[in-house]
């Protein structure tokens, strides 16, 4: 593993004071997303990434301390983090509580810190602190481990559900069963949706069923494909590859069809996805691993041998 990669235990003077309405975390699960590889590895713009670097932003843990004005979490309340970690608060999305799409929303890891200036490092490390109006609680009824990857995989694709009005009887499809795609069969189940899940491979079946899907369908046939061809209500693409057809506007006007990217969701809508997972008793699929392991499961999840999500066991650092 490259040794620009470090534990945040190393960088301790890198981790801001605690603030009046801070909370400080002492995290006992962090999921492991496919941008983490992408990062430590410089995969994305050619003028290089600020290291050393901490990934992680699939945060769950116990509240440990907290700032004088945090008035919604108590020492030991179970709690996590996803990809940001505060917001300017003022501009149009910031108010209609979409602060993902905050032109200076501050990143769990990455980022510069708003408040002094200092670098983010991710939840690859044994704390962190956070402002209270980024961490969100973790309902009693999941799983610390299991909930991991929630405040990522979960989010990413519950909000495109909802806002494109997923509900009982409307027909979404899913394209990939990795992390995304598997959290998408089971939102959309719980939300009442006939599912159907696309895949190249036939070795996918069993695990779409079991994970909620009422179709399967080898998106190589053509004759499934032309079968499907406009059943759909929505579908939710989790593949981040070119894809063999090519966007052709003609169809989404004629027939009145939307075409539409999706970033996480804000803070609001994410804790409404745990309320939500809670609820349901839905988790993400997840192999639990030490802090040792993290090189062979890098490598593992790039040649995706993985079902379907890694989530590190923050004790074991």
Same mark, same amino acid.
């Given at each position: 593993?490259?040794?620009?990669? $470090?534990? #945040?235990?190393? *960088?301790?003077?890198? %981790?801001? @004071?605690?603030?009046?309405?801070?909370?400080? =975390?002492?995290?006992?699960?962090?999921?492991?997303?496919?941008?983490?590889?992408?990062?430590?590895?410089?995969?994305?713009?050619?003028?290089?990434?600020?290291?050393?670097?901490?990934?992680?932003?699939? =945060?769950?843990?116990?509240?440990?301390?907290?700032?004088?004005?945090?008035? $919604?979490?108590?020492?030991?309340?179970?709690?996590?983090?996803?990809?940001?970690?505060?917001?300017?608060?003022?501009?149009? &999305?910031?108010?209609?509580?979409?602060?993902?799409? !905050?032109?200076?929303?501050?990143? &769990?890891?990455?980022?510069? @810190?708003?408040?002094?200036?200092?670098?983010?490092?991710?939840?690859?490390?044994?704390?962190?602190?956070?402002?209270?109006?980024?961490? #969100?609680?973790?309902?009693?009824?999941? @799983?610390?481990?299991?909930?991991?990857?929630?405040?990522?995989?979960?989010?990413?694709?519950?909000?495109?559900?909802?806002?494109?009005?997923?509900?009982?009887?409307? /027909?979404?499809?899913?394209?990939?069963?990795?992390?995304?795609?598997?959290?998408?069969?089971?939102?959309?189940?719980?939300?009442?949706? @006939?599912?159907?899940?696309?895949?190249?491979?036939?070795? $996918?079946?069993?695990?779409?069923?079991?994970?909620?899907?009422?179709?399967?369908?080898?998106?190589?046939?053509?004759?499934?494909?032309?079968?499907?061809?406009?059943?759909?209500?929505?579908?939710?693409?989790?593949?981040?590859? $070119?894809?063999?057809?090519?966007?052709?506007?003609?169809?989404?006007? #004629?027939?009145?069809?939307?075409?539409?990217?999706? *970033?996480?969701?804000? =803070? /609001?809508? &994410?804790?409404?996805? #745990?309320?939500? !997972?809670?609820?349901? %008793?839905?988790?993400?699929?997840?192999?639990?691993?030490?802090?040792?392991?993290?090189?062979?499961?890098?490598?593992?999840?790039? %040649?995706?041998?993985?079902?379907?999500?890694?989530?590190?066991? =923050?004790? &074991? *650092?």
């Amino acid at each position: 593993m490259p040794t620009k990669v $470090k534990c #945040l235990a190393s *960088l301790e003077a890198g %981790k801001r @004071d605690l603030g009046l309405d801070d909370i400080e =975390i002492k995290i006992l699960y962090c999921g492991i997303c496919h941008s983490d590889i992408h990062h430590v590895r410089n995969n994305w713009g050619p003028d290089g990434y600020a290291y050393p670097v901490v990934p992680g932003h699939e =945060i769950v843990g116990k509240v440990f301390r907290v700032g004088t004005e945090v008035s $919604k979490f108590k020492v030991g309340d179970s709690v996590g983090v996803g990809c940001m970690v505060d917001s300017c608060q003022t501009c149009a &999305t910031c108010k209609n509580d979409r602060e993902q799409y !905050c032109d200076s929303a501050t990143f &769990t890891y990455g980022s510069v @810190d708003r408040r002094d200036g200092s670098r983010t490092y991710g939840g690859y490390t044994e704390t962190i602190v956070v402002t209270e109006k980024f961490v #969100l609680s973790i309902p009693e009824s999941l @799983d610390l481990a299991g909930a991991a990857p929630l405040l990522c995989a979960g989010i990413t694709t519950y909000s495109p559900l909802r806002r494109w009005g997923a509900h009982p009887g409307s /027909k979404v499809g899913v394209v990939g069963l990795g992390g995304l795609g598997h959290m998408a069969l089971k939102l959309a189940k719980a939300m009442g949706a @006939d599912v159907t899940l696309f895949s190249r491979s036939h070795g $996918k079946a069993e695990d779409a069923k079991r994970l909620g899907a009422d179709q399967f369908l080898i998106s190589l046939d053509p004759e499934q494909m032309e079968t499907a061809a406009g059943q759909f209500d929505l579908i939710i693409d989790t593949v981040p590859y $070119k894809h063999d057809p090519t966007v052709n506007s003609a169809p989404l006007v #004629l027939r009145s069809q939307n075409l539409a990217g999706s *970033l996480i969701g804000g =803070i /609001k809508e &994410t804790q409404e996805m #745990l309320e939500f !997972c809670g609820q349901h %008793k839905i988790m993400s699929d997840i192999e639990v691993i030490d802090a040792r392991d993290l090189h062979s499961a890098y490598e593992r999840l790039v %040649k995706g041998d993985v079902m379907q999500r890694f989530v590190i066991d =923050i004790t &074991t *650092l």
